[in-house]
């Protein structure tokens, strides 16, 4: 079978680097995004079952339940999931990407990014700043007072200055970004501000009144991740364009749920290729052991597949002082990657590599060829539910992925 | 005469780095700047007689005397100059730092940054953002209308804001956006939303209306140099701090009018040691070339005084699309520039070099020693009055002021 292995994947990272995502509103998940169901909860990963279920996802998942006033505590919210009343299914089957645990609830409101090259939509949650939070598996009544208020001010806010501004473009954002010495993914103090920045005016203008407006956007400037949900939304909707064409070797979803490491491949449909999620290289809060963590999660890993985050590790040496290193790692994990990956970005690119783009596309053949893997960098959750953040650092992802991937590439274009 | 020189200079260096500037209010000129008169234009760079100065301090100068109403165009403002009824001085003999033509006058509404430290203040103009604007010499209807709305809205919301929320505190703030690849001199893209982003919360408080505060958000964060100005004034508050120590030959001023580049040496008082003002190695805006540059110019070097802009080009790769150059001399300039300073910043850290401390208290000493001159990021103005920005590129001081400095130091303490 004649499959032209270099012509699909030139076509996969070309519609990748040239889908153009904008954050264009917020809006209720039972409302804006397909197929959501009112018993449906998603998660970061791959698919995985209840019983296999890592802490900080079940944790979350109490939260959720709480959230939407269907349990009132964790245990009520247990004998729910146990009764198998509720569903469970990955984001990623939904259009959407969610940091750590990842879960989305019928009632949160979620971004909505819309690719305008494609149309294409895609959402992730509002992000929670630092801290006890859902997505890391905190669930007490504080985590829940927070996501209440995101529900009923912030989103509603950040939707009308939306749509008073035109929308955020983040591609242009994120390039911007880049060379203000962000990575993209653990690292977007500036893209937060610059979004702050860009919206402010609009809130201004939009919100209820002066008190809601100085609120919302001290909230989006004093936290550096305020930008890290629409970025993961982005990602997926650059990553999705270049999905489903036959004969690509090129990796269009990573994801986490805690237990599993998933990817797919653009060539090889909706199938995914699962090993176990990593443990990560971490720096730890104070009080925590490597003994607390829970292995590698979330969906935040789609920037490192849309060709930022760990892969642009050169852009932001500061992220050393977060997830451990020395400088010079960071420019090494750069250029690893370029090892790795298809082409370089043309419109993510990297001042200390005088304006070299940012490695894009990862090749399964290659990861598997020279033996080198993806690097991710990441938050660390306690393994426990209910806890929360305990570090932060860098993993990668099982090698049989991308061997099995291999494999059935070979196998379903006749090269085996 | 036994002057322990380095006793000396680890003194002014000290204070310097100690110095903890806060943007705390904006008010006139003529009610801020103690002995600011109502003939009084100030100036940048050294002192220096009309019938020397440069085209843009010219131009400037028109501009002034128009917005004041004490001329109605350029001819003028130039009869009412050659009268004799106007005074020139240094923005530094009054405090002040100005960008470029550094044109102060006495309605001017300017910054307040006051050192908490010692309580010194020091003032800047409000920043117009790029383009045609009175710092680079123009003084059409439109930038004199800008200047208007500068002095009626943007400052008394500025000053509104600032003393709701308790001041910036600028040494915390450029930390951070050195660590945001700013060289805090010609990029200040993330400080200066890092400030927008700081002072919006307040200015929603306590803006006149909602259209004025999104006016005001969007003004400070559409333009990259909007903390340029109190940026100055806190390295022209940093370096006094380390002004007027005997036996010490750290420099504590740089300064250029666009004719002569002039410096001070904390252990030689008020002296100016001047030479000319260098040709900046630029590059320029389509349409113009080196014939249409006026030589170096502006107060804005005390930045490099007091250790970033220039001296911190490692932290600012993406400098070089503005200034020339590949990434690879932006490192190489800061390590020059170890050379010639007597100490390693504690506030101001360079991520690329494992933050290393910024190269901070030019040594005239080692300058005259090692041949190395301090390098300066700058804009470049047009030589005529009333044109405008033409480029932006790196320049020197002349070598012989750092010569005469060390000279006069060899006589002053017994040395020759």
């Known amino acids: 079978m004649a499959v032209d292995i270099e012509k699909a994947n030139q076509q996969v990272v070309e519609r990748m680097m040239e889908a153009r995502p904008v954050v264009v509103g917020v809006g209720k998940a039972r409302d804006v995004i397909p197929g959501m169901k009112d018993n449906l909860l998603l998660h970061a990963g791959p698919p995985i079952t209840w019983d296999r279920m890592a802490g900080p996802v079940k944790g979350a998942a109490y939260g959720a339940l709480i959230f939407e006033g269907m349990a009132k505590d964790d245990k009520e919210a247990q004998a729910l999931i146990e009764s198998g009343k509720i569903e469970f299914a990955p984001c990623h089957h939904y259009g959407s990407a969610g940091p750590m645990a990842g879960l989305m609830s019928p009632s949160m409101m979620v971004y909505i990014v819309e690719d305008k090259v494609s149309g294409r939509k895609c959402f992730s949650g509002l992000n929670e700043g630092r801290g006890k939070v859902l ?6 009544p504080d985590v829940i007072a927070k996501l209440k208020w995101m529900n009923d001010v912030l989103g509603p806010t950040l939707d009308a200055a939306l749509k008073d501004c035109g929308g955020i473009d983040l591609r242009a954002l994120l390039g911007k970004a880049l060379h203000m010495a962000d990575d993209g993914h653990n690292r977007l103090d500036a893209a937060s501000i610059l979004y702050t920045t860009q919206l402010a005016p609009s809130i201004v203008k939009t919100a209820k009144d002066t008190n809601t407006a100085a609120e919302v956007i001290k909230f989006l400037g004093d936290n550096a991740l305020s930008i890290l949900n629409p970025v ?31 990817i797919r491949v653009s060539g090889l449909g909706d199938r995914w290729f699962t090993g176990p999620a990593g443990k990560v290289k971490a720096l730890y809060f104070p009080g925590f052991t490597e003994k607390d963590a829970n292995p590698d999660i979330g969906d935040s890993v789609i920037t490192e597949t849309a060709g930022i985050g ?36 043309k419109y993510f690119t990297i001042p200390f590599l005088d304006f070299r783009g940012t490695p894009t596309g990862i090749d399964i053949r290659k990861v598997v060829e020279k033996g080198i893997l ?21 993993v990668t992802p099982p090698a049989n992925i991308f061997e099995d991937a291999l494999v059935a590439f070979a196998e379903k274009y006749g090269y085996a």
């Open 374 to 394: 993806p690097r991710v960098n990441t938050g660390v959750a306690h393994k426990d539910p209910g806890v929360g953040q305990v570090g932060a650092g860098v």
């Open 135 to 140: 997505r890391m598996g905190a669930y007490s």
């Open 310 to 345: 760990g892969f642009a590790m050169a852009t932001a040496p500061a992220i050393v002082t977060f997830i451990g290193g020395v400088a010079k790692d960071a420019i090494n994990t750069t250029l690893d990657m370029y090892e790795i990956c298809y082409t370089e970005h």
């Open 232 to 262: 993961m939304a982005g990602c997926k909707a650059m990553c999705d364009a270049g999905h489903g064409v036959e004969g690509s070797t090129i990796v269009t979803v990573m994801a986490r749920n805690g237990t599993d490491f998933g």
